[in-house]
Protein backbone atom coordinates (compact mmCIF):
# COMPACT_ATOMS: atom_id res chain seq x y z
CA UNK A 1 0.00 0.00 0.00
CA UNK A 2 1.07 3.37 -1.18
CA UNK A 3 1.79 5.52 2.24
CA UNK A 4 2.96 9.17 1.96
CA UNK A 5 3.58 10.88 5.46
CA UNK A 6 4.01 14.55 5.36
CA UNK A 7 5.49 16.84 8.00
CA UNK A 8 7.73 19.60 8.34
CA UNK A 9 4.91 22.70 8.42
CA UNK A 10 4.10 25.07 11.04
CA UNK A 11 3.85 28.83 11.56
CA UNK A 12 6.53 30.99 10.07
CA UNK A 13 7.18 35.14 9.94
CA UNK A 14 6.67 36.47 6.32
CA UNK A 15 10.53 36.10 4.98
CA UNK A 16 11.48 33.10 6.69
CA UNK A 17 12.00 29.85 5.55
CA UNK A 18 10.63 26.28 6.32
CA UNK A 19 11.79 22.65 4.85
CA UNK A 20 8.92 20.04 4.24
CA UNK A 21 9.11 16.44 4.23
CA UNK A 22 7.45 13.73 3.02
CA UNK A 23 8.14 9.96 3.28
CA UNK A 24 6.91 7.43 1.21
CA UNK A 25 6.91 3.62 1.55
CA UNK A 26 4.71 0.99 -0.45
CA UNK A 27 6.49 2.01 -3.72
CA UNK A 28 9.14 2.27 -5.81
CA UNK A 29 10.27 5.64 -4.98
CA UNK A 30 12.51 6.53 -7.24
CA UNK A 31 10.71 5.39 -10.28
CA UNK A 32 8.47 8.15 -10.07
CA UNK A 33 8.17 11.38 -10.36
CA UNK A 34 7.11 13.64 -6.90
CA UNK A 35 5.22 17.01 -6.38
CA UNK A 36 3.83 19.06 -4.15
CA UNK A 37 0.57 20.77 -3.94
CA UNK A 38 -0.95 23.16 -2.02
CA UNK A 39 -4.56 24.49 -1.14
CA UNK A 40 -4.78 27.77 0.69
CA UNK A 41 -7.68 28.24 3.37
CA UNK A 42 -10.92 27.51 1.75
CA UNK A 43 -9.69 27.74 -1.93
CA UNK A 44 -8.71 25.07 -4.77
CA UNK A 45 -5.75 23.15 -5.41
CA UNK A 46 -2.43 25.04 -6.75
CA UNK A 47 0.26 23.25 -8.08
CA UNK A 48 3.48 23.95 -6.67
CA UNK A 49 6.58 21.95 -7.90
CA UNK A 50 7.10 18.57 -9.82
CA UNK A 51 10.46 16.46 -9.90
CA UNK A 52 11.15 13.83 -12.09
CA UNK A 53 12.24 10.44 -11.23
CA UNK A 54 16.24 10.76 -10.60
CA UNK A 55 15.86 14.20 -9.25
CA UNK A 56 17.15 15.32 -12.79
CA UNK A 57 14.75 17.96 -13.75
CA UNK A 58 12.18 19.94 -11.53
CA UNK A 59 9.49 22.11 -12.50
CA UNK A 60 7.73 25.11 -10.65
CA UNK A 61 4.87 27.51 -10.33
CA UNK A 62 5.59 31.19 -11.59
CA UNK A 63 4.03 31.90 -7.77
CA UNK A 64 7.28 29.88 -6.38
CA UNK A 65 9.69 29.93 -8.59
CA UNK A 66 13.26 31.07 -7.38
CA UNK A 67 12.25 31.22 -3.97
CA UNK A 68 11.05 27.10 -3.20
CA UNK A 69 13.58 23.98 -4.12
CA UNK A 70 11.76 20.88 -4.49
CA UNK A 71 14.38 18.00 -3.81
CA UNK A 72 14.13 14.10 -3.29
CA UNK A 73 16.38 11.49 -1.50
CA UNK A 74 15.74 8.06 -3.23
CA UNK A 75 18.14 6.60 -0.87
CA UNK A 76 15.44 7.04 1.93
CA UNK A 77 12.69 7.50 -0.07
CA UNK A 78 11.97 11.04 0.88
CA UNK A 79 10.61 14.20 -0.65
CA UNK A 80 11.57 17.52 0.76
CA UNK A 81 10.58 21.03 -0.17
CA UNK A 82 12.63 24.34 0.78
CA UNK A 83 10.85 27.19 1.07
CA UNK A 84 12.70 30.68 1.08
CA UNK A 85 11.59 34.05 1.23
CA UNK A 86 8.23 32.80 2.50
CA UNK A 87 4.61 35.42 1.81
CA UNK A 88 1.51 35.58 2.98
CA UNK A 89 -0.36 34.04 0.67
CA UNK A 90 2.16 30.81 0.88
CA UNK A 91 -0.24 29.89 4.03
CA UNK A 92 -1.80 26.77 2.61
CA UNK A 93 -1.96 23.26 3.51
CA UNK A 94 1.02 21.83 1.78
CA UNK A 95 0.22 17.87 -0.16
CA UNK A 96 2.88 15.70 -1.51
CA UNK A 97 1.84 13.60 -4.45
CA UNK A 98 3.23 10.84 -6.19
CA UNK A 99 2.89 11.07 -10.20
CA UNK A 100 1.58 8.62 -12.14
CA UNK A 101 4.60 7.97 -14.40
CA UNK A 102 8.57 9.01 -14.27
CA UNK A 103 8.04 12.88 -15.47
CA UNK A 104 5.81 15.76 -15.19
CA UNK A 105 2.25 15.47 -16.81
CA UNK A 106 1.05 12.20 -15.50
CA UNK A 107 -1.44 13.06 -12.64
CA UNK A 108 -1.43 12.40 -9.28
CA UNK A 109 -2.94 8.82 -7.75
CA UNK A 110 -1.53 9.21 -4.33
CA UNK A 111 -1.12 12.12 -1.78
CA UNK A 112 -0.30 12.83 1.81
CA UNK A 113 -2.29 14.01 5.00
CA UNK A 114 -1.02 17.19 4.02
CA UNK A 115 0.79 19.99 6.16
CA UNK A 116 -0.08 22.87 7.24
CA UNK A 117 2.34 26.25 6.48
CA UNK A 118 1.18 29.29 8.18
CA UNK A 119 3.11 32.22 7.27
CA UNK A 120 2.01 35.35 9.63
CA UNK A 121 3.99 37.95 11.54
CA UNK B 1 -8.12 32.48 -12.62
CA UNK B 2 -7.99 28.84 -13.05
CA UNK B 3 -6.45 27.70 -16.36
CA UNK B 4 -9.60 24.93 -16.24
CA UNK B 5 -13.11 26.19 -15.88
CA UNK B 6 -15.38 24.61 -13.93
CA UNK B 7 -18.77 25.27 -12.99
CA UNK B 8 -18.68 26.23 -9.30
CA UNK B 9 -21.55 24.20 -7.80
CA UNK B 10 -23.75 21.06 -9.04
CA UNK B 11 -26.90 19.86 -7.44
CA UNK B 12 -29.11 16.51 -7.64
CA UNK B 13 -30.81 13.96 -6.03
CA UNK B 14 -29.83 10.91 -4.65
CA UNK B 15 -29.86 8.14 -7.15
CA UNK B 16 -29.58 10.44 -9.91
CA UNK B 17 -27.14 11.57 -12.24
CA UNK B 18 -25.07 14.76 -12.86
CA UNK B 19 -21.99 15.40 -14.74
CA UNK B 20 -19.04 18.20 -14.26
CA UNK B 21 -17.63 20.09 -17.28
CA UNK B 22 -13.70 21.13 -17.79
CA UNK B 23 -13.17 23.20 -20.21
CA UNK B 24 -9.73 24.21 -21.30
CA UNK B 25 -7.49 24.68 -24.12
CA UNK B 26 -5.16 23.29 -26.90
CA UNK B 27 -2.25 23.44 -25.09
CA UNK B 28 -3.85 22.12 -21.99
CA UNK B 29 -6.76 19.33 -22.58
CA UNK B 30 -6.21 19.40 -25.90
CA UNK B 31 -3.46 17.51 -26.01
CA UNK B 32 -2.72 15.48 -22.96
CA UNK B 33 -4.80 13.35 -20.61
CA UNK B 34 -6.94 14.80 -17.94
CA UNK B 35 -7.64 13.64 -14.12
CA UNK B 36 -10.01 13.76 -11.94
CA UNK B 37 -9.94 14.31 -8.04
CA UNK B 38 -12.61 13.84 -5.12
CA UNK B 39 -12.07 16.13 -2.01
CA UNK B 40 -14.24 15.59 1.14
CA UNK B 41 -13.62 17.75 3.13
CA UNK B 42 -10.98 18.18 5.55
CA UNK B 43 -9.39 15.41 3.79
CA UNK B 44 -6.56 14.49 1.38
CA UNK B 45 -7.42 14.22 -2.86
CA UNK B 46 -8.20 11.41 -4.19
CA UNK B 47 -7.90 10.38 -7.87
CA UNK B 48 -11.22 9.51 -9.59
CA UNK B 49 -10.44 9.32 -13.48
CA UNK B 50 -7.37 9.34 -14.91
CA UNK B 51 -6.09 9.21 -18.69
CA UNK B 52 -9.32 10.78 -19.57
CA UNK B 53 -11.58 7.67 -18.94
CA UNK B 54 -9.69 5.11 -16.55
CA UNK B 55 -10.86 4.05 -13.11
CA UNK B 56 -7.96 3.37 -10.36
CA UNK B 57 -8.60 0.74 -7.83
CA UNK B 58 -11.51 0.79 -6.23
CA UNK B 59 -13.12 3.43 -7.68
CA UNK B 60 -16.81 2.49 -8.38
CA UNK B 61 -17.90 2.11 -12.05
CA UNK B 62 -20.77 4.94 -11.34
CA UNK B 63 -17.70 7.32 -12.00
CA UNK B 64 -16.69 7.90 -15.52
CA UNK B 65 -14.77 10.26 -17.55
CA UNK B 66 -14.49 11.47 -21.09
CA UNK B 67 -12.75 14.12 -23.30
CA UNK B 68 -13.54 15.63 -26.74
CA UNK B 69 -11.27 18.08 -28.22
CA UNK B 70 -9.86 20.46 -25.38
CA UNK B 71 -13.14 19.55 -22.77
CA UNK B 72 -13.54 16.80 -20.45
CA UNK B 73 -16.37 15.77 -18.36
CA UNK B 74 -16.97 13.74 -15.10
CA UNK B 75 -20.34 11.64 -14.96
CA UNK B 76 -21.27 10.64 -11.77
CA UNK B 77 -24.61 8.17 -11.67
CA UNK B 78 -26.68 6.36 -8.58
CA UNK B 79 -25.75 9.72 -6.47
CA UNK B 80 -25.21 8.78 -2.74
CA UNK B 81 -25.23 11.60 0.17
CA UNK B 82 -21.44 10.10 0.77
CA UNK B 83 -20.80 11.53 -3.09
CA UNK B 84 -20.63 15.26 -1.63
CA UNK B 85 -17.21 16.23 -2.33
CA UNK B 86 -15.37 19.36 -4.36
CA UNK B 87 -14.07 17.32 -7.55
CA UNK B 88 -11.10 18.95 -9.57
CA UNK B 89 -10.01 18.25 -13.33
CA UNK B 90 -6.27 18.49 -13.65
CA UNK B 91 -3.99 18.46 -16.77
CA UNK B 92 -0.54 19.32 -17.73
CA UNK B 93 -0.40 22.54 -19.90
CA UNK B 94 2.67 22.13 -22.27
CA UNK B 95 2.74 26.29 -22.68
CA UNK B 96 2.97 27.28 -19.27
CA UNK B 97 5.17 23.65 -18.19
CA UNK B 98 3.10 23.41 -15.01
CA UNK B 99 0.07 21.33 -13.87
CA UNK B 100 -2.91 23.28 -13.61
CA UNK B 101 -6.20 22.45 -11.94
CA UNK B 102 -9.88 23.69 -12.36
CA UNK B 103 -11.01 25.94 -9.76
CA UNK B 104 -13.16 22.92 -7.98
CA UNK B 105 -16.82 22.19 -8.21
CA UNK B 106 -18.71 21.33 -5.02
CA UNK B 107 -21.06 18.60 -5.66
CA UNK B 108 -24.33 18.51 -3.56
CA UNK B 109 -26.44 15.83 -2.64
CA UNK B 110 -29.97 16.70 -2.15
Known amino acids: EVQLLDSGGGLVQPGGSLRLSCAAS????????MAWVRQAPGKGLEWVST????????YYADSVKGRFIISRDDSKNTLFLEMNSLRVEDTAVYYCAKCTVTSAGGGFDSWGQGTLVTVSS | QSVLTQPPSVSAAPGQKVTISCSGS????????VYWYQQIPGTAPKLLIY???KRPSGIPDRFSGSKSGTSATLGITGLQTGDEADYYCGTWDRSLTAEVFGGGTKLTVL
Open chain 1, 51 to 58: SNSGGFRA
Open chain 2, 26 to 33: SSNIGNNY
Open chain 2, 51 to 53: DNN
Open chain 1, 26 to 33: GFSFNTYA
